[in-house]
Structures are given as C-alpha cells and as structure tokens.
C-alpha cells in the first residue's frame, strides 16, 4: 500500500478512545474504508465513508475525512479488549482497493 | 448469507509443486477479487472477475499464476511452480458492483 499510510502501532487504555489516522494519495478515490483483522483471519468490513462526505457515526465507531489534507481517521469510543487487532485503511478507485500496512492496536487493562 | 469461503485454509507444500484455492463467494456478487497478504502488509490486489470475466489482473500475477471463475460462480487461483516467495495468505473477496468488498478467512500458503 505504497498510496496508503498508516502509523504502525497504537496502545490504548480500556474504556479510553482509539484515534487511527491513515493517509491517502489518490484524490479519484470514491470510497474509503476501514477493515479489521484478528490473528489468523481475514479482514472484516467495519465502516466505510464516500469521498463527498465529512463524517459517519456508526455506533462505537466515528470516521472522520479531510479530502484536502486526504487524510482519514476512526475513532473508538470506549475501547475493549475485543478491539485489539490490526486496523486497515483502504481507499477505492474504479474496483480495487489499495491497503496501508496496518495499525495494530493493543488494549491494555 | 454465509460469507465468503476459502478452502483450504493452510497449504504446505514442496517448492516447485503446484497448488490451487477455492473461494466461493456470497451469492449474487457479481464481483470477485484475489489478494495476497504478506506478513506486516496490507493485502495486494492481485486480479478480478465480474461474472465469469477476468476484467483485470496487476503486474504481481506472474506467468505461473492462473485464475478463473468459469460459470460466474466460485474461482480458483493456481499457481504453478511454487516458489519461496509465494508463501504468504491469500485472500478472496466478493462484492456486487460499487458495494464494499467482504473477504474470506484466507488461504495460508506455506512453501517449504
């Protein structure tokens, strides 16, 4: 994901919030996303946001986009153990998608 | 809806062998993706099918490698000749046309 970056590594407190940041280059994108993996899986659809648009809430999660910085971000609220996994942005053009190395997010107790 | 199936789910093999991954999709996607993801990336795209056609395939998809979807439905990925450098998880996705992509649970190719 040479197009896409992410900061590799977040650690967060149980109940605080999670605030992942991603970077993108393409401004064609029309779609961004933002994918979960556990150990030994594949990545699971969390949310996912039009480029035309500023936010989305979706119960626990907020993403944020700033298509002039082409920047994007997810917010956790009230962060579980359950939340520890890697979390990847990807952006869209016409059909595949382009992937960031992942930020593995590490919920502490 | 039963979600995208990969099978099988871990390969060992001998370099030089050939291998093949199933992926059925969800049903009624029209569009199916191939993946691979090695360790500490994200995943690669590596190639597309809408319905039986293979519309696009990226410059990672050498010779040895082949896919297909014959009837529209499940598709295969083959790969020939197996090297060290295969080894990695590869990944299938499905989707209908500009919906987001659901992915499998992955194949994990072990060369050895």
């Known amino acids: 994901g040479e197009d896409v970056e992410q900061s590799l590594f977040l650690s967060v407190r149980e109940g605080d919030s999670s605030v992942i940041n991603c970077t993108y280059t393409d401004s064609s994108s029309t779609y961004l996303y933002w994918y979960k993996q556990e150990p030994g899986a594949g990545l699971q659809l969390l949310t996912y946001i039009f480029s035309n648009m500023d936010m989305k809430q979706d119960q626990r999660l907020t993403v944020l986009l700033n298509k002039k910085d082409k920047h994007l971000s997810l917010r956790i609220a009230d962060t579980q153990t359950g939340d520890s996994a890697i979390y990847f942005c990807?952006?869209?053009?016409?059909?595949?998608?382009?992937f960031g190395a992942g930020t593995t997010v590490t919920v502490r107790a | 809806d039963t979600g995208v199936s990969q099978n099988p789910r871990h390969k060992i093999t001998k370099r030089g062998q050939n291998v093949t991954f199933r992926c059925d999709p969800i049903s009624e996607h029209n569009r199916l993706y191939w993946y691979r993801q090695t360790l500490g990336q994200g995943p690669e795209f590596l190639t597309y099918?809408?319905?039986?056609?293979?519309?696009?395939k990226s410059r990672l998809l050498s010779d040895r490698f082949s896919a297909e979807r014959p009837k529209g439905s499940f598709s295969t990925l083959e790969i020939q000749r197996t090297e060290q450098g295969d080894s990695a998880m590869y990944l299938c996705?499905?989707?209908?046309?500009?919906?987001?992509?659901?992915f499998g649970d992955g194949t994990r190719l072990s060369i050895l």
């Open positions: 990807a952006e869209r053009g016409d059909y595949k998608l382009s």
């Open positions: 099918f809408q319905n039986e056609a293979q519309l696009e």
């Open positions: 996705a499905s989707s209908p046309i500009n919906q987001p992509q659901h």
